[in-house]
C-alpha cells in the first residue's frame, strides 16, 4: 500500500499570502530589515493593480488624455486613437499578461515564491496547493493576508457573466453598445476609455452624481465632459434585472454572449451588447482559511486579530488604493522586522491624508477630507475655490480648461485639511497638497513657498489668495 504524499515543509520568518504591489512589498521590506519572506500567489506576481486595473487602465488612459488635449491645441496635428495601437500599449504595459519580470525582482529581492491557493491551517500555518504539489510552510513571526479584493456583482446580474473590470481593462471585442452600472471611480474610467475607443456607452448610475463622496463640482465636471463625448449618463437609475441571450465565458475582454436586455427602475429597457457592472469590491477573505484559526472577515475588517496575524492593503478593508495599501506594506515590513531587532521606523505624523487621482477627462484629484467631511468632524473650516484656468500656467495646458481647485483648511491650526483639483494635469497637483497636510503646514507659511511661472502649480496663489484674509 502506497502512503499519501507528505507536503513539502518550509521554514520562513514571514509568509505573505498574495503577490500584488502590497503583499511585495511586506515582502521586500521584511527582507531589507534582516527576515526571511515567502510570497504566495496563486496567479500571477505583481497582482490585480499590474495586469488588471492600475496599470492596464493607464495604459489606455493616457494616449485617449493626449488626443484629447492636442485636438485642443492649435499647432499640433495628428490626434486620434489608434485602436489596434492602443491595445498594443496596454498588451505591452502588462507584459502580455506574463510576470517573468517579477519573477527576476523577487529572486533579486531574496523573496522566496511559492506559486499556488494559500490558506491558513493553522497557528503561523498556511497550506499552499499548487502545481508541483503541496506544501506546508511555517512561518516563524508572522503570516500577512495581501489576498485583494474581489468585484461584487448585483443579484440582478445572476446568469447574464457581465463583464468586470477586469474585461473592460483586458479588452479585446469593442462592444458596440456598452451599458456601466455604477457611477464610481470604475465607471467612470472605463466609460471614457470605452467611448474613445467607439462604444456607445450609457452609464446607469443609482445615486444622483458621479464621484459621491468627493466635492460636488469634481462628479460635475467629469459628467459633463463625459456627455460632450457622447456618453448617456442616466442618474437615480437601477437595473431591476437583466437578461442575456446565450451568455458564454467566451474569455478575458471578449463579449460575453448575445445582447443584454436591462430593465431598469423608470420602467425603460435598455439593450445593449455589453454590460459592465462597476459596482464596487469587496476584501478577498472568503477563501484564505480564516475558520482554520477560528476568525472570520469581520474580524480581520475590525482589526481583531492575533499578534501572529496581519492583513494590509484591499484585503485590510482600509482605502483600496495601491499607494495607500503599499504605505501599510511599508510600515507593516519595517515593523516586523523592527520587532525581530532591525531598526524601527521614526514616528509618524498625526494625519496620514489619503490622496487618490482619477484619470477621467478632466482629471480630478482629492486629499484628506472634503468641505462636507471636515464639517461632519467638527473642524471650523474656511475653504477658497478657484477656476482650474485662474492661473498661466493651467490655462495653457489647453485651449479649453475645465474644471477647479478648491482647499480646506482648519481655522484653529491654518493648516491644510483638504485639496481637490479637477482639471487637465490635476493629479500632478496632487503631491503639494499631501505633502501639505502631512507636514501640518500652516497657510500663511505656504503663502511663502513660490511657485515657478508659469506653471500649474500657480494656482496655489490664486487658492491661497481667496482665503480669508486673517489666515494668510
Ligand atoms: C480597474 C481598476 C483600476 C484601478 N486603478 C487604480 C489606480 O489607478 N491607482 C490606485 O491606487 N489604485 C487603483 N485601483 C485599486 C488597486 O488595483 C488596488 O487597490 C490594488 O491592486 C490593491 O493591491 P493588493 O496587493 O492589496 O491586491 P491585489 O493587487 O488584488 O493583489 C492580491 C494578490 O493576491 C493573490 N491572491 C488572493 N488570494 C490568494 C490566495 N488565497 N493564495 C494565493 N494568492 C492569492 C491574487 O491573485 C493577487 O495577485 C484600481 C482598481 C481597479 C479595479
Ligand atoms: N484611479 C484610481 O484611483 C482607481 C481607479 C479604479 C478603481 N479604484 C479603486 O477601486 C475601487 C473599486 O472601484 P469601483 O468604482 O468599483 O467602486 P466604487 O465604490 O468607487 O463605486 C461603486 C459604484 O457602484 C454603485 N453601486 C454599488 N452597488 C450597486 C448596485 N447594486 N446597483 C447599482 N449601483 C451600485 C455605487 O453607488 C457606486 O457608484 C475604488 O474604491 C477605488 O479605490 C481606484
Redesign the pocket.
Known amino acids: 500500500m502506497s502512503t499519501p504524499p507528505q507536503d513539502q515543509r518550509i521554514r520562513t520568518d514571514v509568509v505573505v499570502?498574495?503577490?500584488?504591489?502590497?503583499?511585495?512589498?511586506v515582502a521586500q521590506y521584511a527582507v531589507e530589515g534582516g527576515l526571511s519572506a515567502t510570497l504566495?500567489?496563486?496567479?500571477?506576481?505583481?497582482?490585480?493593480?499590474?495586469y488588471?486595473?492600475?496599470?492596464?487602465?493607464?495604459a489606455l488612459l493616457r494616449p485617449v488624455d493626449v488626443a484629447s488635449t492636442t485636438r485642443d491645441l492649435p499647432g499640433v496635428t495628428g490626434s486620434s486613437v489608434d485602436i489596434s495601437g492602443l491595445l498594443a500599449r496596454r498588451d505591452a504595459w502588462v507584459s502580455h499578461y506574463d510576470d517573468a519580470g517579477q519573477r527576476t525582482w523577487a529572486a533579486d529581492a531574496g523573496v522566496a515564491v511559492v506559486r499556488?491557493?494559500?490558506?491558513l491551517v493553522g497557528e503561523r500555518l498556511v497550506r499552499?496547493e499548487g502545481a508541483d504539489g503541496p506544501v506546508a510552510l511555517e512561518a516563524q513571526r508572522a503570516v500577512v493576508?495581501?489576498?485583494?479584493?474581489s468585484?461584487v456583482i448585483p443579484p440582478a446580474f445572476d446568469g447574464v457573466e457581465p463583464w468586470?473590470?477586469?474585461d473592460?481593462?483586458g479588452v479585446q471585442e469593442i462592444p458596440e453598445r456598452l451599458v456601466i452600472v455604477g457611477g464610481g471611480?470604475?465607471a467612470c474610467?472605463?466609460a471614457t476609455w470605452m467611448a474613445a475607443l467607439g462604444s456607445q456607452v450609457t452609464m446607469v448610475v443609482r445615486g444622483n452624481r458621479l464621484l459621491s463622496g468627493w466635492e460636488e463640482f469634481a462628479g460635475r465636471t467629469v459628467v459633463e465632459s463625459l456627455r460632450d463625448s457622447g456618453v448617456d449618463v442616466r442618474f437615480t437609475t437601477e437595473v431591476a434585472w437583466a437578461s442575456r441571450q446565450g451568455p458564454a465565458a467566451t474569455g478575458l475582454g471578449r463579449i460575453h454572449g448575445g445582447p443584454v436586455t436591462l430593465s431598469l427602475s423608470d420602467d425603460s429597457a435598455l439593450e445593449a451588447d455589453e454590460v459592465l457592472a462597476?459596482t464596487g469590491?469587496r476584501p478577498?477573505l472568503e477563501?484564505?482559511?480564516l475558520d482554520a484559526v477560528g476568525l472570520t472577515p469581520a474580524d480581520v475588517l475590525s482589526g481583531a486579530l492575533p499578534a501572529w496575524l496581519h492583513a494590509?492593503?484591499?484585503?485590510?478593508g482600509t482605502?483600496?488604493?495601491?499607494?495607500?495599501?503599499?504605505y501599510h506594506?511599508r510600515v507593516l515590513g519595517t515593523r516586523l522586522a523592527a520587532d525581530a531587532g532591525g531598526r524601527n521606523d521614526r514616528p509618524a505624523p498625526d494625519v496620514i491624508p489619503v490622496p487618490?487621482?482619477?484619470?477621467t477627462q478632466p482629471q480630478a484629484a482629492t486629499v484628506g477630507r472634503t468641505e462636507a467631511q471636515a464639517c461632519a468632524d467638527d473642524v471650523d473650516v474656511a475653504v477658497s475655490q478657484v477656476p482650474y484656468n485662474s492661473a498661466a500656467g493651467t490655462a495653457l495646458l489647453r485651449d479649453t480648461v475645465r474644471g477647479a481647485a478648491k482647499i480646506v483648511v482648519d481655522r484653529r491650526t491654518g493648516a491644510l485639511v483638504g485639496a481637490t483639483f479637477v482639471g487637465p494635469d490635476a493629479a500632478e497637483q496632487l503631491h503639494a497638497a499631501t505633502v501639505a497636510i502631512a507636514g501640518a503646514v500652516p497657510v500663511h507659511v505656504l503663502r511663502h513657498a513660490i511657485p515657478s511661472f508659469p506653471t500649474a502649480s500657480e494656482l496655489w496663489l490664486r487658492l491661497l489668495e481667496e482665503l480669508p484674509a486673517d489666515l494668510r
Do not use: M, W, Y
Not at 499556488?116 to 490558506?119: D, P, V, Y
Not at 493576508?145 to 479584493?149: E, M, N, Q
Not at 494590509?312 to 485590510?316: H, N, S
Open positions: 499570502i498574495g503577490a500584488g504591489p502590497v503583499g511585495e512589498n504566495v500567489e496563486h496567479e500571477l506576481l505583481g497582482g490585480e493593480c499590474s488588471h486595473a492600475c496599470i492596464p487602465s493607464k499556488g491557493h494559500g490558506q499552499v493576508l495581501a489576498t485583494g479584493s468585484p468586470t473590470s477586469r473592460a481593462t471611480v470604475v474610467e472605463a462597476a469590491r478577498a477563501s484564505v482559511g494590509v492593503g484591499d484585503a485590510g482605502a483600496p488604493l495601491t499607494h495607500v495599501g503599499k506594506a487618490q487621482a482619477v484619470f
